[in-house]
């Protein structure tokens, strides 16, 4: 990703205004902008997720990352006989 920082900064900008513009808590911010953006790059670098444009509430992209979090999980699991 060419402009990792820049996307962080526009993640964490959009978390941010989602949640009232709290003061005080730009590095927890940054860090769930961080979270998402490189989990979202290594799941689309396995071809099981798309990354997915930032929403303003950042729903969508977190929904269909976990979905397919759940279903690589299921397929794994061995079961006793």
């Known amino acids: 990703m060419p402009n990792l920082k820049e996307a962080i900064r526009e993640r964490a900008y959009h978390l941010w205004i989602?949640?009232?513009q709290p003061e005080g808590q730009a590095d927890i911010y940054w860090l769930n902008?961080?979270?998402e953006i490189l989990t979202t790059?290594?799941?689309s670098s396995d071809g099981t997720?798309?990354?997915a444009a930032p929403t303003d509430t950042g729903l969508v992209a977190t929904k269909s990352a976990k979905k397919a979090?759940?279903?690589r999980l299921g397929k794994s699991?061995?079961?006793a006989a």
């Open 18 to 20: 989602a949640d009232g």
């Open 33 to 35: 902008a961080q979270r």
């Open 41 to 43: 790059a290594v799941e």
């Open 49 to 51: 997720v798309a990354a």
């Open 69 to 71: 979090k759940v279903a």
């Open 77 to 79: 699991k061995i079961r």
